[in-house]
């Protein structure tokens, strides 16, 4: 048996779903992030799981051939994703076409799980970014029983799942379509739940919804939780240790600091992210305040479901250079943090002393809050 070690294992699960016997289960470790445990008196030497490890077989990818600016033109989609609303088009457009869709939410105990939907409107308990790592527990199974059944699934996940997913298939499959994020990193659902526990947050996910973001400024990072529309609780990103470890790269799986995926080769069929750096380079005469999504086509199969939806979104061909430039993990992983050692050693409280910026001012609130106005009247104004 030969699967990757702790250091280089991205805990996609692809191995676990690939043993016959079942014999690799998906353990936590101490950080509380994902690594395969195998009972070896049960082992049968196969090299099942070997083959369906991307670390140890990594999976055909692909080079961009067009990048495109783009929102949902549907407001009260737009509005309630991290970005542009794409992903929700793109599957509300499978499943309208009796395919499946797999997506990320937290179950009843505030953990984070890919699942299966099938029922046009399903995509909203999927929309949303989340900033930790998800647990697959057999999705890839599920999938290959859907492939296998003729439906077309349209899988999006992190490119480490994408490429799990594509080498515990071991061959290509026609009706599968694959979205990979671009990622920045994943901290784990342990230090997530601490962080609630330690502002006696308990959010039941049948009944409330956890927003890491917030579109009243596109590009502004929060934790919001509420309730049946009415606000609970919420901490911007420069008061909230979790959000401020998570964008200053604290607290990553060990694999994500050598990520083999951040870069312009995607693992995606299409690659989903914000379009940072949008305008800087070539002017954009669009208002993208509401939230801008970054589209890259890598294959002919992403190009035709993107044609299928194109009356749904605004679309505009960038170049995939300025999407390069404006996103850093097109380019390379974040740097190891010099923290990184400690960080799940520590408490909170001394964490957010170290990582926070302080209680912004009112003057810096006031001052926040009208560029960002200023900015949406400028941009409304180029769209004239």
């Not at 071991?170 to 994020?181: H, K, Q, S, T, V």
């Not at 992210?273 to 380079?281: E, K, M, T, Y």
């Not at 992983?333 to 909170?348: G, K």
């Not at 990582?355 to 400028?378: E, F, I, Q, T």
Request: aromatic share 8%; proline share 5%.
């Amino acid at each position: 048996m030969k699967i990757a070690d702790r250091n280089h294992c991205t805990g996609c699960g692809a191995c676990a779903d690939a043993c016959p016997p079942s014999c690799i289960s998906m353990a936590l470790s101490e950080e509380g992030f994902l690594f395969p445990s195998v009972d070896e008196s049960r082992c049968v030497e196969c090299g099942a799981c070997g083959k369906a490890c991307h670390v140890l077989n990594p999976p055909e990818r692909h080079n961009p051939e067009k990048a495109f600016a783009a929102w949902a033109l549907d407001d009260s989609v737009r509005t309630t994703s991290s970005s542009g609303g794409i992903y929700s088009v793109l599957g509300e457009h499978v499943l309208e076409n009796g395919g499946v869709i797999s997506g990320c939410r937290f179950d009843g105990d505030m953990v984070l799980k890919h699942e299966l939907g099938d029922r046009p409107g399903c995509t909203v308990r999927f929309r949303g970014s989340k900033y930790v790592q998800c647990f697959t527990d057999g999705i890839y199974r599920k999938i290959k029983n859907e492939l296998a059944n003729g439906r077309t699934v349209l899988f999006t996940g992190v490119p480490c799942q994408v490429a799990g997913l594509r080498t515990y298939l071991g061959r290509p499959y026609e009706n599968l379509i694959a979205c990979d994020l671009v990622c920045h990193g994943v901290p784990s659902q342990k230090i997530f739940r601490s962080y609630l526990k330690r502002h006696r947050l308990s959010p039941d996910p049948d009944r409330s919804v956890v927003a890491f973001r917030d579109l009243k400024g596109w590009g502004d990072f929060y934790i919001r939780v509420s309730e049946q529309d009415d606000l609970v609780w919420r901490s911007d990103d420069a008061t909230n240790e979790f959000l401020r470890s998570f964008l200053s790269g604290y607290d990553y799986n060990e694999a994500c600091y050598a990520c083999p995926y951040a870069c312009m080769e995607r693992t995606g069929d299409l690659t989903l992210a914000d379009f940072w750096g949008l305008g800087r380079s070539v002017p954009f005469d669009k208002d993208p305040s509401n939230g801008c999504s970054l589209i890259l086509v890598n294959t002919e199969k992403g190009a035709k479901l993107l044609h299928a939806v194109r009356d749904r979104l605004f679309l505009e061909e960038r170049t995939t250079e300025e999407a390069r430039q404006g996103n850093g993990q097109l380019r390379n992983p974040v740097p190891r943090h010099p923290m990184r050692d400690v960080f799940y050693r520590m408490e909170w409280a001394e964490i957010a002393r170290k990582v926070n910026y302080g209680n912004p001012s009112p003057l810096r609130r006031l001052l926040r809050a009208g560029r960002r106005k200023l900015m949406s009247c400028l941009n409304r104004g180029k769209g004239k």
